[in-house]
Nanobody
Framework: QVQLVESGGGLVRPGGSLRLSCAASGTISNFVNMGWYRQAPGKEREVVAL???????YYANSVKGRFTISRDNAGSTVYLQMNSLKPEDTAEYYC??????????WGQGTQVTVSS
């Protein structure tokens, strides 16, 4: 069973940067994608960025050009580098793993707050 542990959230001023990490433990089989979602208070959870085993990436329009998703060579850790942060990026950020058998696993979430 895959488990995901996020880290790297915190409080940052507008225009600042943060790097989120998602460490996957357990047996990581072929997966469809891993990525980041976020949920702000009173809003639905939305996709932020995804990465596939072939390192193809997808970004939400709202973060294109500011956020970069990547993973380590072992494929067990996924990162989200967030630059030029805006107050509207404030949310709980969740890592998600989608296996090739349609199993979805979520991390526990990490809070990102962008405020002056």
């Amino acid at each position: 069973q895959v488990q995901l542990v996020e880290s790297g959230g915190g409080l940052v001023r507008p225009g600042g940067s943060l790097r989120l990490s998602c460490a996957a433990s357990g047996t990581i089989s072929n997966f469809v994608n891993m990525g980041w979602y976020r949920q702000a208070p009173g809003k639905e959870r939305e996709v932020v960025a995804l990465i596939t085993p072939s390192v193809s990436t997808y970004y939400a329009n709202s973060v294109k050009g500011r956020f970069t998703i990547s993973r380590d060579n072992a494929g067990s850790t996924v990162y989200l580098q967030m630059n030029s942060l805006k107050p509207e990026d404030t949310a709980e950020y969740y890592c998600r793993y989608l296996s090739d058998s349609d199993v979805i696993i979520w991390g526990q979430g990490t809070q990102v707050t962008v405020s002056s």
